[in-house]
């Protein structure tokens, strides 16, 4: 029997968080599900399956019975990219059921202070006098480092060295010790480096400027509007969950949301606030999905 927004949630509810315990969207999840569990008078279970860039996680969630009692955190990866990229997945992310869109993430491209950028312009007029040779790293293919890198070089008409590192993390030392030119890297991470004088900020992949970066313009305003790039999560179930469980999990995520620890949380990190209706979620998916699979043939990118 499935569950009805009336007698729902009647027991523990789990989220499958498809990347391991301890990062970004694995604590931003573990804060929204403590007040979710405050509003819905049930615990909240948080299931870490990592893996396959979010695939893992995405199929078990494909497979679980669709009453409310089970639902995952969706992302840019697994639901807009992966299916373009991946020869091969075992789920379907037009199946899944959107909830609520948790936060969008802007990326900013970063120079090694010692290199001679200083906007975005220089680096267009060096990668053209010499192709190919200009290094821009990455937290491996397809995640929004690299997708971003891509997508400038296509919008700019260069092309660079991509150079692929296990995570961010090792994308983000290669770039502080010299060992390459340029990364676009997600803002929060970047700012402690920003600030400290490591790295050089020249673009913003924002609609707008950040407030927490207000002297660096956007790439919309440096002639390049095409080079919007965030790296979103929300929240989603599998297919056939009832409308009424979806809607009263979205009211629940819209005042988790609001909380002040998890509001601060966001904002904190230079990154936007979500929010909307599970049908505006549904058309930002679509939309992610449309633009990354274009891209991804456009430039043939794949993952073997």
Do not use: C
């Amino acid at each position: 029997m499935q569950a009805q927004a009336t007698d729902y949630p009647a027991k523990p509810i789990t989220i499958i968080v498809p990347f391991a315990a301890g990062g970004n969207t694995d604590v931003k999840t573990r804060l929204v599900a403590l007040q979710l569990s405050k509003l819905l008078g049930q615990p909240v279970i948080i299931d870490n399956k990592p893996g396959a860039s979010g695939n893992i996680g995405m199929e078990l969630l494909a497979k679980a019975p669709a009453d409310g009692y089970t639902i995952g955190m969706g992302s840019f990866g697994p639901l807009a990219v992966n299916p373009s990229i991946y020869p091969k997945i075992n789920f379907d992310p037009k199946g899944m059921v959107p909830i609520y869109l948790l936060e969008k993430s802007p990326l900013v491209l970063v120079t090694p202070a010692d290199r001679p950028f200083r906007a975005v312009k220089d680096v267009v007029a060096a990668a053209k006098q010499k192709p190919g040779v200009l290094s821009i790293a990455n937290a491996g293919p397809g995640g929004a480092h690299h997708l971003s890198a891509e997508l400038f070089e296509q919008s700019a008409g260069v092309e660079m060295l991509g150079v692929p590192y296990k995570g961010g993390g090792p994308a983000s030392t290669a770039l502080l010790a010299g060992q390459v030119d340029l990364m676009f890297e997600q803002t929060g991470a970047a700012l402690p480096s920003i600030q400290a004088g490591k790295i050089r900020p020249l673009a913003v992949t924002s609609p707008k400027r950040l407030s927490s970066l207000p002297d660096v313009p956007t790439f919309t305003e440096l002639g390049f509007p095409q080079v919007q790039v965030s790296n979103w999560m929300g929240y989603v179930a599998p297919r056939g969950t009832p409308k009424s469980v979806i809607d009263k999990l979205s009211g629940a995520f819209v005042q988790a949301a609001a909380h002040s620890e998890v509001k601060d949380r966001i904002l904190s990190q230079s990154n936007e606030l979500g929010g909307g209706t599970p049908a505006d979620f549904a058309a930002f998916i679509d939309a992610e999905s449309q633009k990354w699979s274009r891209l991804v043939k456009e430039r043939n990118i794949r993952i073997e």
